[in-house]
């Protein structure tokens, strides 16, 4: 099994920063693609960037330029530095990650974290 385990999230002002870490550990042969979702009361769940393995990014229209994604594969971890923060932006965020197993045969696995809250008021 493999845990997701986010953190950073809090109460920004309009215009702020945060940045959402996610570290993935268990059993992990290896991490193709990790991502970042959001869910916003009333709303579907939507993916905000998602990041490869050799890393290509791919980002939502609403928030390119503002957001970036990053990962550290030595450490199975992904990154989402936020800046100038909009209210719209208030959502809870999951960390997504698509695992290799390895245990005499490969396998592979779609994880989710447990999400943590981003909220942007004044």
């Known amino acids: 099994q493999v845990q997701l385990v986010e953190s950073g999230g809090g109460l920004v002002q309009p215009g702020g920063s945060l940045r959402l870490s996610c570290a993935a550990s268990?059993?992990?042969?290896?991490?193709?693609?990790m991502g970042w979702y959001r869910r916003s009361p009333g709303k579907q769940r939507e993916l905000v960037a998602a990041i490869t393995s050799s890393g290509g990014t791919n980002y939502a229209d609403s928030v390119k330029v503002r957001f970036t994604i990053s990962r550290d594969n030595a450490k199975n971890t992904v990154y989402l530095q936020m800046n100038s923060l909009k209210p719209e932006d208030t959502a809870v965020y999951y960390c997504?990650?698509?695992?290799?197993?390895?245990?005499?045969?490969?396998?592979?696995?779609?994880?989710w974290g447990q999400g943590t809250q981003v909220t942007v008021s004044a």
């Open positions: 268990g059993s992990i042969f290896s991490i193709k693609g």
């Open positions: 997504n990650a698509d695992v290799i197993h390895y245990s005499g045969r490969y396998s592979s696995g779609d994880y």
